[in-house]
């Protein structure tokens, strides 16, 4: 007990300070070559954060493991909107940016509608067997592009709030980027190999394990960028990551997956899926909720229209807590 138990501290330590050498370091890179946070979010924080699950799903392709390579992002992203923004908004209220409220949650929201009818053939065109064809992985890949293309549209774009930041050197922000990058993958794959063997020493099922602590270890890197961001007020970088996340697992490590091996899709993740998208429309929702309650209760304040507070964090907590609890109990039926 005593190893697991250090792996899993040891792992959160990393972690800790993983995330805030790479929130310091993408953040100095963005104002140093002139993009906003946001862009950073979207794109290179995203990219690296997904990291977990991109590994997880090529191994699962390539030894034929469908269950494993589609259960592992529609579980990343539950867990990255409803857990990691709740956490997040709780710790500090999340300003987000008119353009992803507009833009980028919906595409987001898109790209959940899409994989749930492109996985379910057999009650979309009628097929004895579902599964996502290598086709269906090229139009992910397709919609992959597309969105990249649109986040270099917004790297010319200044950040809303305008106001100036400390800056580090180029070079010690690119070292403590790749350091924290690092830091995140390490304690990432110690915290979750300590909590695995902790929970089975304790007799808890290995299929249970999967579905809770493997789930959200694959997430712990985006949990502890997006709370460093929250804490450090890079709000942009908070929503940004998790946002951009669920988009490159999709469209990019999904689509991956599926052009290496067509992956067979079981009828009983649907209910998950169904999560997965009622959990884009929650926050679609609540983010517009602060622009409402401004306009209605706080219409002298100068307050951005779109916020997460955090009772709203609290809410995307609940839901997920309410979730972990179905699981649980749909496992030991």
């Known amino acids: 007990m005593i190893t697991p138990l250090l792996s899993l501290v040891g792992g959160f330590i990393l972690l800790i300070k993983g995330a805030d ?11 140093r070559i002139g993009v906003s946070d946001l862009v950073i979010g979207l794109t290179v924080v995203s990219f690296g954060t997904s990291a ?3 590994i997880v799903n ?6 034929g493991s469908a269950d494993i ?3 592992n992002i529609v579980g990343s992203n539950i867990s990255n909107t409803l857990l990691i923004l709740g956490i997040s908004a709780l710790i500090a209220p999340l300003a987000v940016q008119r353009s992803t409220v507009l833009k980028e949650i919906p595409l987001m929201l898109l790209a959940s509608l899409t994989l749930l009818i492109m996985a379910n053939d057999s009650i979309v065109d009628g097929y004895q067997l579902s599964e996502l064809s290598r086709s269906d992985g090229l139009a992910f890949l397709g919609f992959f592009i597309i969105f990249i293309y649109y986040t270099f549209g917004l790297a010319s774009l200044k950040q809303e709030d305008g106001h100036t930041k400390e800056t580090k050197p180029i070079w010690l922000a690119l070292v403590m980027f790749i350091v924290g990058l690092i830091g995140l993958g390490v304690g990432g794959n110690w915290a979750v190999n300590g909590a695995t063997a902790i929970a089975l020493s304790l007799g808890i099922s290995e299929a249970l ?4 602590i493997v789930a959200v270890g694959t997430s712990l890197p985006e949990l502890a960028a997006s709370s460093v961001a929250a804490y450090k007020g890079n709000t942009d970088i908070a929503v940004g990551n998790v946002v951009g996340s669920n988009i490159f697992n999709i469209f990019w490590i999904l689509g991956l997956s599926a052009v290496i091996k067509p992956l067979p899709f079981q009828p009983a993740i649907n209910a998950d899926l169904l999560v997965v998208v ?12 602060g622009q409402l309650h401004r306009r209605l209760f706080v219409w002298w304040k100068q307050e951005r229209d779109y916020i997460i507070r955090k009772w709203e964090g609290a809410v995307l907590l609940l839901c997920y807590v309410t979730y972990i609890a179905y699981i649980v109990w749909r496992d030991m039926q």
């Open 21 to 31: 050498w790479l929130v310091e370091g993408a953040s100095s890179i963005a104002r």
């Open 52 to 54: 977990p699950e991109l």
């Open 58 to 63: 090529i191994v699962a392709s390539f030894q």
């Open 69 to 71: 390579a589609i259960g």
């Open 209 to 212: 394990v999967g579905l809770t």
């Open 278 to 289: 009622a959990s884009a429309i929650l926050l679609f929702f609540l983010v517009h909720n």
